[in-house]
């Protein structure tokens, strides 16, 4: 398969404000080559990342989410980090359960210098998935109920009319 | 007589723990039964489908429906109901979020057919039966209602009116929902009956938000009868999960599974269950967070419990990618569709 042809994944960037965002810049910058998979998104540390924006990225079309964050012991509000390590562990196994490749979400360090091993994770990240193919969620629950809907619901007139 | 509002109730897939709840009401069911008229009610009242559907739109004015939709006889009730009630609500967990019926979206239809039809150790099967939505017998043909592969929530299917979570409600909380339809003095539409505060709020167990090493399962330790269970290292949902049954299972030594679910603007249960336990956790490192990790099993279990339908991603994923479902054998399909 050429290059071209090849399955463009669509990766939903979870990077800390201080490291990876700046990691990215700098890449940027610097004029490093990494495919345009990446969308990301500026969070303030990798301490604010709920796992609800994760489930949401991949309910929403992502094929995969990345979180990047400073280098353990280096988080600027100390303890951001240690949270994300030991929720990530948490959702990794949830999402295992639920069926989803390990592959598919993932979380990795990048200092602000470190805009190559950032250019890096994200051509990594994307030869990974695209070996597993799109993530199409929605199709994991089609319109099952062949239901004929009965009249328009008096619902609204009546319920929320009063 | 003629102006009492009309009330009816109906199950769906419910284990009937929601009605023996209503029951539950004691001599209040009379102030329920003085304040109502009830139309329809198949656990307890002699009444078919027919009667229902042959009612006028809009002729009923509240319906407590309790069950989660898992085959096309619930959605179809549940459409019904939604045409014929001025207000629907959706009456437990199953209901409200898929519950425990739910939790067979941790599987497809077909793996929960091959199981239980044909390989639990209790099953001999060897002629390979297994129900059929169509079968011919000398009366006539049978039909079956088809089972979806997805186990809904109520509102996943027809707009709610209101939410009154619990596995089941308990009398307080129905009491509440009772009192709002009564007077007329009911939450914005959408809305959940009760309240917006946390089952650790209403727990009497002394909370210090320790840290943990490892967690315990029920049968592993005896827990301090006044520490909080989840400082103690014993799952508790209470954290995440909103009040309304007086901490009914910390009380009496057993962690909270969550059955009211969510607090209000909180989607995902799961994921707010799971932010709030990892928090716990006393480990820096990853391979550290595992150890600790290893002594909670089936996490997506817990987290889920009750809330796995009405959740961000609903289910297990079939079929993902480039291994699209070629592994699932079809060999209850016909009971599918
Ligand atoms: S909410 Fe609980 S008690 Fe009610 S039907 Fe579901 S499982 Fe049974
Ligand atoms: S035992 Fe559960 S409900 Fe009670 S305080 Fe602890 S976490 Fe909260
Ligand atoms: S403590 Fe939790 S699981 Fe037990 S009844 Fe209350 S909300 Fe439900
Ligand atoms: S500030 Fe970067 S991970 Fe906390």
Not at chain 1, 5 to 30: H, M, Q
Not at chain 2, 174 to 180: G, P
């Amino acid at each position: 398969m050429s290059e071209a042809e090849k399955f463009n994944p669509v990766i939903v960037g979870f990077l800390c404000n201080w490291c990876s965002y700046r990691a990215a810049d700098l890449a940027g910058t610097s004029r490093m080559g990494y495919p345009a998979t990446l969308r990301d998104i500026r969070i303030m540390c990798t301490g604010r990342l709920d796992p609800t924006f994760v489930l949401r990225a991949l309910q929403g079309g992502a094929d995969g989410v990345l979180i990047m964050g400073c280098h353990p012991g280096q988080c600027h509000y100390q303890e951001g980090n240690y949270k994300a390590i030991r929720r990530f562990a948490l959702l990794k196994r949830v999402l295992q359960q639920l069926g989803l490749e390990e592959e598919r979400v993932q979380l990795h360090w990048a200092s602000a210098a470190q805009g190559l091993l950032f250019a890096e994770t994200v051509s990594r990240m994307t030869r990974q998935i695209q070996a597993l193919g799109p993530l199409d969620w929605k199709h994991n629950w089609p319109n099952e109920e062949p239901f004929m809907l009965l009249q328009p619901y008096l619902h609204e007139e009546v319920a929320h009319g009063r | 007589m003629a102006d009492k509002p009309k009330l009816a109730l109906y199950w769906a897939s419910s284990c009937g723990g929601c009605e023996i709840a209503v029951l539950g009401l004691h001599e209040k069911i009379l102030d329920v039964a003085a304040a109502f008229d009830i139309v329809f009610w198949p656990c307890v009242i002699d009444i078919k489908y027919a009667d229902v559907e042959a009612m006028a739109p809009g002729s009923i004015d509240v319906c407590l429906f309790n069950g989660a939709i898992r085959n096309d006889e619930n959605a179809r009730m549940a459409h019904i109901l939604r045409e014929k009630s001025k207000v629907l609500i959706a009456f437990g967990a199953c209901a409200c979020g898929g519950a425990i019926p739910g939790l067979a979206n941790f599987s497809s239809r077909e793996e929960m057919f091959e199981w239980i039809y044909f390989q639990s150790p209790t099953t001999e099967n060897a002629a390979r039966v297994f129900p059929q939505r169509h079968t011919r017998v000398d009366e006539g043909e049978l039909e079956l209602p088809a089972f979806w592969n997805t186990v809904k929530s109520l509102s996943q299917v027809v707009p709610v009116d209101y939410y009154l979570p619990g596995c089941p409600p308990e009398v307080q909380s129905i009491e509440l929902a009772v009192q709002a339809l009564v007077t007329g003095e009911l939450p914005p539409s959408g809305a959940v009956i009760g309240l917006n505060i946390a089952v650790c709020d209403e727990c009497p167990r002394e909370r210090k938000d320790k840290k943990i090493k490892r967690f315990y399962r029920p049968q592993e330790i005896i827990p301090n009868p006044d520490e909080c269970l989840l400082d103690q290292g014993l799952y508790c949902a209470g954290v995440a999960t909103r009040a309304g049954c007086n901490a009914r299972c910390p009380q009496v030594g057993i962690g909270c599974r969550g059955c009211y679910g969510p607090l209000d603007g909180v989607y995902d249960h799961g994921a707010r269950l799971l932010s709030a336990i990892a928090s716990i956790i006393d480990a820096d490192t990853a391979e550290d967070v595992e150890a600790v990790l290893e002594t909670l099993p089936d996490p997506a279990g817990y987290f889920y419990r009750y809330y796995l339908p009405q959740s961000l991603l609903r289910r297990k994923a079939r079929e993902n990618g480039q291994k699209k479902s070629a592994a699932e054998k079809k060999p209850a399909a016909a009971v599918a569709d």
